[in-house]
């Protein structure tokens, strides 16, 4: 059973509107979530972290964190063709020294 | 350094060969991963070194793979008699280590060495 689980896509979007990718993830304890922008022949790139229930803003971004239902989500304001790219959600489970573990990634598409 | 650095950055080999792939990670960072990526495939867990704890080689593919990290800094993928199916992009990331709550446990990955096995 993977332990985080993201909807492949691809997803596609209107340049202007709200992307919205959902990541769910296993009932562990985690303390850490972060999402990674990947683009085409790219190594994946931090976009945002978040350790605690709610909201978290930053520019155009905005993670959501809900651990009572297991899901982190990551909101992209008035989405441009540059985001277009793969994103990956990851989560630190917390036992011990547990590893970083990634979902396998939504495709985001941008329509001009 | 003020990123993880991976070399080289391609590598072309012959099937049959043995190769070797460097990562340094950066500095301060005493957890340590390996991933590969196939051509538009998502990323492959293969090795995790975590301080001086034992090495998760939970996603090592086969006995032709190992890893080592010396010193607790620098880190050596070596891939022993290369198929054509060990061509992917090797990437490496590295991050402190979640030992207390709220620990900032972001991963921080290389620009990825791309291995093709001819």
């Known amino acids: 059973q993977k332990e985080v689980e993201q909807n492949s896509g691809p997803l596609s979007v209107p340049e202007g509107a709200i992307a919205s990718l959902n990541c769910t993830y296993s009932d562990r304890v985690s303390q850490s979530f972060f999402w990674y922008r990947q683009y085409s022949g790219k190594s994946p790139e931090l976009i945002m972290s978040i350790y605690s229930n709610g909201d978290k803003e930053d520019g155009r971004f905005t993670a959501q964190l809900n651990k009572a239902s297991q899901y982190v989500s990551l909101l992209i304001r008035d989405s441009q063709p540059s985001d277009s790219a793969t994103y990956l959600c990851?989560?630190?489970?917390?036992?011990?020294?547990?590893?970083?573990?990634f979902g396998t990634g939504t495709r985001l598409t941008i329509i001009p | 350094g003020a990123g993880v650095s991976q070399s080289p950055s391609n590598k072309v080999t012959e099937k049959g060969k043995d190769v070797e792939l460097r990562c340094d990670p950066i500095s301060g960072h005493t957890a340590l991963y390996w991933y590969r990526q196939s051509l538009g495939q998502g990323l492959e867990f293969l090795i995790y070194f975590q301080g001086n704890s034992a090495p998760d080689k939970s996603g090592l593919p086969s006995d032709r793979f190992s890893a080592e990290r010396t010193g607790g800094s620098v880190s050596t993928l070596t891939i022993q008699r290369t198929q054509q199916e060990d061509s992917a992009v090797y990437l490496c990331?590295?991050?402190?280590?979640?030992?207390?709550?709220?620990?900032?446990?972001?991963?921080?990955f290389g620009q990825g060495t791309r291995l093709t096995v001819v």
């Open positions: 990851a989560v630190n489970f917390w036992f011990g020294n547990e590893k970083l573990t």
């Open positions: 990331a590295s991050s402190l280590s979640f030992v207390y709550e709220g620990a900032h446990t972001e991963a921080f």
